[in-house]
């Protein structure tokens, strides 16, 4: 519309940026954080502006650890969250993309009953029932491996949904002609339907990337071992010694190290990564 | 909705279903049972025996005040976050459907808090509002305000609430910007020819027209903080200070962790498991109606 | 090459729906069959049925002298042209003519004479290297088509594959598709809902209605003497002109032919057929008194939409076709009677056609 318009941008921007400002800022602090030594973290007087402990921080942080406590290194801790980050997002789209196959292109008895086991899952996290999972976890002994972490965050329907969905999209023509082209169900699916998938595949890895980097209760649970750790339960552990001083700097680094990877997922891959929220909430 | 091309074939769908069959049983309908069983067992500390005792563990939940006061404690956070959390995306939402130049800069600028996971978010906040070292805890002590989350409650309350709301707001202005996108130009326009200011045709078109948006996104909101916010509460005060952010979710961790009540812990769960399935239903009903528009 | 043989072929679907309710016709070596009808008629699905992609209830489908029914379609020796072309989106002009011979396991040199040859008939040689969605319509049809030739079948199924085009293109390539089968001599079935598609198109036409086939012959004999009503009005456009009459009509109308005893019956007479003239016609033609209501000029003709007068109430037509009363006149020109005229239009004997009063048999004059 015509009315105000200088007037109404120049609003609009100002609440923008306030917005932007809001949800920089504790960003931002984090970072300063970061680059200096703990005596100047710890006063309650921190400046706004950079120090001068960059390299040293961050050198101890990912190779070193907490020296104090003697904690894990945070490179080995990244490492443990990009594996069950990455097996989490893989995992579900290799099991969930075979199943909504079944479900969506062939008939068979107890595929209503099939599919239905597979949606109720969506009704229930996994906070709800972490004990009992917990100890299947543990008689299967599976602690402390990554097919412990990853394996019970992968039952849930939303990436069978998701296909689902999109192969109900697909026109039943091309199945026709691949039919009529000498193609069985197994060369469709590796011809057809897999190239077709690329986008959908990548939108759900990238929601699963996240979800799975994110994981906090149920790692925090199922690694005794300080080597299994994760990053996102490592922070905390940093700030957990109560005795001594924590160091700040290093638990801020950590924090900012946590963050980059699936923040940078979200900035690079925006398009995928909207889909794929969008999608997977329908 | 049906495919009517299908392929032939008796063992190959099967055999398909079976990773995800596998996984979902031994992963999530064993322990969900479980869940349901053990709350009607008592366990020893070891685990090693346990006898049936029917509803006991119910009814010493429900005759536990902390129990209720976790109630409370959810219902507060929940309603504070989704009002928030929902409001304040909403404004900054509508500012940027103002087809302003800046907009796709605005949004990536406004969603990447989406990725940072719950339990950082949390320690952000805590730094940043740390009794002692935190950079706004001297401004407020300055500004004459007894600062302190480790102590009070109602400031702990404060402090999950902002890191929870902070986090969610990517979220939510990401579907209400789809929304106010999704509505038709033509619509607003003719709102202005009938007379309506920009500030009423919020209030009359827009907001109306957003409403399944943000029924939606009240659910979703809700489904949040039941169950993400775990992380948040747990980095930022442990439940404390005196269970005064202790929800449920964070109830059945504690209660089977900490205090090693496994049967107690188990009802909570089980009382949480109808909550999500109530709420998850109201969830489809809507989207069901939805359909239909 | 192959001959199609359809056996009292039905298809009953699982919730008691008879789509098919029993055909049998034959199709010679190399003819082009076109299958017309309205929407619903069952003429996809018996496409279908030869390709194999609907299963077949009872009856046989033979093609080059063997049952197929329990083939399967990748099996059956066809290609098949779908509506939406039914291209892989994500495959290249190439590979999507390429793929159904590669999964014959065909040597490679083969593979590759056939598709070039196949694009250079189809003016594709420069577009081998494009996704589906850089081309155009027409050049997405003729890769649908290209898809079909390389395989060298015994027969060519077409879907309505022309419906998805703009008029002008659509005209174009049924010339194409004309040429290309006279030249390659594949038994081709061909399904439309476009009678005049239907009309330039067969070798054989089959119009269908309600799963069954109301008649079979070749287009312009169907149009001369169309077996029923429905072929009446679908074959030609526009429709031709129903009128039902009384018993006593007809025995004035056909003095001293004995097929017209029945009570009533239905008379037909295409617009084309009717001339608007000063006198009454007196060799045993009828001649309509009508009052006229609109005009519609197409350049070289001109529709002339009239209602007859109220004496002749007695006389209307068919539900469903013209409004009661209402006849269409077409006149070549563009000179045409003034609005609220009263006009005479006429026709001879041996342009009028004689239905029984239900509709569903022609009888001869």
């Known amino acids: 519309m ?16 306030l917005g932007v400002f809001i949800v920089v800022f504790p960003v931002y602090v984090a970072l300063i954080a970061s680059t200096h030594d703990a005596a100047t973290v710890v006063n309650g007087n921190m400046p706004m502006l950079p120090g001068s402990h960059t390299l040293e921080n961050y050198y101890r942080a990912i190779f070193v650890g907490g020296s104090r406590a003697s904690r894990e290194p945070v490179g080995h801790m990244l490492m443990n969250s990009f594996v069950m980050a990455m097996g989490i997002a893989l995992g579900k789209i290799v099991i969930s993309i075979l199943s909504a196959y079944a479900v969506v292109y062939f008939r068979f008895p107890f595929r209503q009953t099939a599919f239905w086991i597979i949606f109720v899952t969506l009704m229930l996290p996994v906070e709800v029932r972490i004990y009992p999972t917990y100890k299947v976890i543990a008689d299967l002994k599976m602690l402390d491996t990554y097919a412990g972490l990853i394996l019970p ?6 990436g069978t949904l998701l296909f689902r969905q999109f192969f109900m999209t697909i026109p039943d023509e091309l199945l026709e002609a691949s039919r009529i082209d000498g193609a069985g169900p197994f060369r469709f699916f590796k011809d057809t339907l897999l190239p077709l998938s690329v986008t959908t595949m990548a939108a759900l890895f990238v929601i699963q990337f996240i979800y799975g980097w994110n994981q906090y209760l149920w790692p925090l649970l199922i690694t005794t071992q300080e080597s299994m750790q994760t990053i996102v339960t490592g922070i905390k552990k940093m700030l957990t010694t109560t005795d001594e001083l924590a160091e700040w700097q290093l638990a801020m ?25 969008v999608e997977t909430e329908k | 909705m049906e495919k009517t091309a299908v392929f032939k074939g008796k063992f190959l769908p099967y055999l398909l279903l079976v990773p995800q069959l596998v996984i979902t049983l031994v992963f999530f309908y064993w322990p969900a049972s479980q869940a349901v069983w053990q709350s009607f067992l008592r366990e020893d500390a070891f685990g090693l025996n346990s006898e049936f005792i029917g509803l006991e563990n119910y009814q010493a939940l429900l005759a536990q005040p902390e129990y209720y006061k976790s109630m409370v404690t959810t219902l507060v956070f929940s309603s504070l976050v989704a009002a928030l959390s929902l409001s304040i995306a909403l404004l900054f939402a509508t500012q940027a459907d103002k087809n302003l130049k800046a907009a796709p800069t605005f949004k990536v600028m406004m969603i990447w808090p989406y990725a940072v996971a719950p339990a950082v978010a949390g320690v952000l906040w805590l730094f940043i509002f740390h009794p002692s070292l935190g950079t706004m805890a001297r401004p407020l002590r300055l500004m004459g305000f007894n600062w302190n989350p480790m102590l009070n409650g109602n400031h702990a309350m404060a402090l999950v609430v902002m890191a929870a709301v902070w986090k969610q707001i990517a979220y939510n202005f990401l579907f209400f910007l789809a929304g106010l996108q999704a509505i038709p130009r033509s619509v607003l326009e003719a709102g202005a020819i009938d007379g309506a200011g920009p500030y009423r045709r919020f209030w009359t078109i827009t907001f109306p027209l957003l409403s399944p948006t943000t029924f939606f996104l009240l659910v979703v909101n809700v489904v949040y903080v039941f169950f993400d916010t775990f992380g948040i509460i747990d980095a930022v005060t442990g439940g404390g200070p005196a269970g005064a952010t202790t929800t449920m979710v964070y109830k059945v961790y ?40 | 090459m192959a001959n199609v043989s359809l056996r009292n072929v039905r298809k009953t679907y699982p919730g008691g729906f008879e789509a098919i309710k029993g055909i049998d016709f034959e199709i010679g070596d190399g003819q082009f069959c076109v299958l017309v009808g309205p929407s619903g008629c069952g003429k996809s699905t018996l496409l279908r049925m030869v390709a194999g992609l609907e299963t077949v209830t009872s009856g046989e489908v033979d093609i080059g002298g063997r049952v197929v029914n329990e083939i399967e379609p990748a099996d059956r020796d066809i290609a098949m042209v779908f509506q939406n072309y039914a291209l ?15 999964n014959r396991g065909m040597p490679k040199p083969e593979i590759d004479t056939r598709v070039r040859e196949a694009a250079q008939t189809l003016e594709l040689a420069g577009m081998l290297d494009r996704k589906p969605r850089q081309l155009s319509g027409g050049q997405r049809q003729r890769v649908a088509m290209g898809r079909a030739i390389v395989r060298q079948p015994k027969v060519f199924l077409f879907d309505e594959p022309l419906s998805n085009l703009d008029a002008k293109l659509r005209v174009a390539m049924r010339v194409e598709i004309r040429k290309l089968q006279r030249r390659l001599k594949t038994t081709s079935i061909y399904v439309t809902h476009d009678q005049l598609e239907a009309m330039t198109l067969a070798d054989i036409l089959v119009v269908m209605n309600g799963g069954q086939v109301e008649q079979i012959g070749s287009p312009l004999d169907i149009y001369r003497k169309p077996a029923t009503t429905f072929v009446a009005s679908f074959i030609g456009a526009p429709p031709m002109n129903l009128i039902r009459l009384s018993g006593d009509e007809i025995r004035a109308q056909f003095a001293g032919d004995s097929r017209s005893a029945a009570e009533t019956g239905i008379l037909g007479v295409r617009p084309e057929d009717l001339a608007i003239s000063s006198e009454a016609t007196a060799d045993g033609g009828i001649t309509l008194n009508l009052t006229v209501e609109a005009i519609e000029r197409v350049g070289a003709e001109t529709f002339v939409y009239g209602t007859r007068a109220r004496a002749e109430k007695a006389v209307s037509a068919t539900p469903g076709e013209l409004p009661e009363g209402e006849v269409i006149v077409r006149i070549p020109g563009q000179d045409a009677p003034a609005i609220g005229a009263s006009i005479r239009a006429t026709a001879p004997r041996d342009k009028l056609h004689l239905f029984s009063a239900d509709g569903r048999n022609r009888i001869d004059i």
């Open chain 2, 254 to 293: 504690a209660d089977g962790r900490l205090g090693g009540d496994l049967g107690g812990s188990a009802a909570q769960s089980v009382i949480l498991m109808v909550i999500v399935i109530a709420l998850t239903a109201i969830q489809f009903r809507y989207v069901e109606r939805k359909v239909q528009y």
């Open chain 1, 153 to 158: 965050l992968i039952a849930s329907a939303t």
């Open chain 1, 2 to 17: 015509v009315e105000h318009r200088r007037w109404n941008d120049i609003l609009a921007y100002a609440i923008l940026i």
């Open chain 1, 253 to 277: 680094a950590t924090a900012i190290l946590a963050m980059l990877p699936p923040v940078a997922v979200v900035v690079f891959m925006q398009r995928l990564f909207v889909r794929g929220l």
């Open chain 3, 88 to 102: 892989y989106p994500h495959m290249s002009v190439y590979n999507n003519m390429a793929y159904g011979l590669r």
